[in-house]
């Protein structure tokens, strides 16, 4: 259980160019999904938190016109790269939340990440 | 200002011995606390988590110590397995947010 799929697992683009990458949760409902991103040898910075029917919340220093973040669903969220410039060439990964409930605590469960070069 | 902190990069064990991972945080409103394994070009999967109302949790081959005193936390691997090789990370999570800060790694190299 608790699996979350990303899409497309790699993309090149052409500098200018939008890029849409896809996070389904694929056997839980998660109203909190979130989108990191990972430099060569780096640690995952949070990028944003993508709360279900609301508007994202972005971390300090994060662009929301140049990343946009869409929850239209329980089980979907998107992120997309809007003219993408090769210094957005990245790993991005997408995090569900999954609420076990009780005395359990929430815990992400994470998507295969989607590899961004940007040319 | 790195608030959970992985100060050993890299760490190189023998198969079979125990491996110990250690991550150190500053902030003392963190309450939950994981540990994640991650190969390269993938994303991270869960391993084991501990809330801060206990010292210790097992699973399997795999247990988290907290020490909220010393704001440190470790995970040992026992035993050590090849397929065990990858980069961890811990991270930790506060009351009311469902936000994780993550350590900056440790490369685990389990040797045959």
């Known amino acids: 259980g608790a699996v979350v799929s990303q899409h497309p697992s790699w993309v090149i683009c052409k500098s200018g160019t939008s890029v849409k990458i896809e996070c389904r949760s694929l056997d839980f409902q998660a109203t909190t999904m979130f989108w990191y991103r990972q430099f060569p040898k780096q640690s995952l910075m949070l990028m944003a938190t993508?709360?279900?029917?609301?508007?994202?919340?972005?971390e300090q220093g994060v662009e929301k016109d140049k990343f946009l973040i869409n929850h239209a669903s329980l089980t979907l969220s998107t992120l997309t790269v809007t003219s993408a410039h090769p210094e957005d060439s990245s790993f991005y990964i997408c995090s569900a939340l999954f609420l076990a409930g009780g005395l359990l605590q929430e815990t992400q469960y994470f998507g295969p990440g989607t590899r961004l070069l940007v040319l | 200002d790195q608030q959970v902190k992985q100060n050993s990069p890299s760490l190189s064990v023998q198969e079979g011995r125990i491996s110990i991972l250690n991550c150190d945080y500053t902030?003392?409103?963190?309450?939950?606390f994981l540990w994640y394994k991650k190969y390269p070009a993938e994303g991270p999967t869960f391993l084991i988590s501990?809330?801060?109302?206990?010292d210790k949790n097992e699973d399997g081959r795999f247990t988290v110590f907290l020490n909220k005193s010393a704001k440190h936390l470790s995970l040992h691997i026992v035993p050590s397995q090849p397929g065990d090789s990858a980069v961890y990370f811990c991270?930790?999570?506060?009351?009311?947010?469902?936000?994780?800060?993550f350590g900056t790694g440790t490369r685990l190299k389990v040797l045959a």
């Open positions: 501990i809330s801060s109302i206990k």
């Open positions: 902030n003392s409103m963190f309450d939950y």
């Open positions: 993508s709360n279900e029917g609301s508007k994202a919340t972005y």
């Open positions: 991270a930790a999570s506060g009351t009311g947010t469902y936000k994780y800060i």
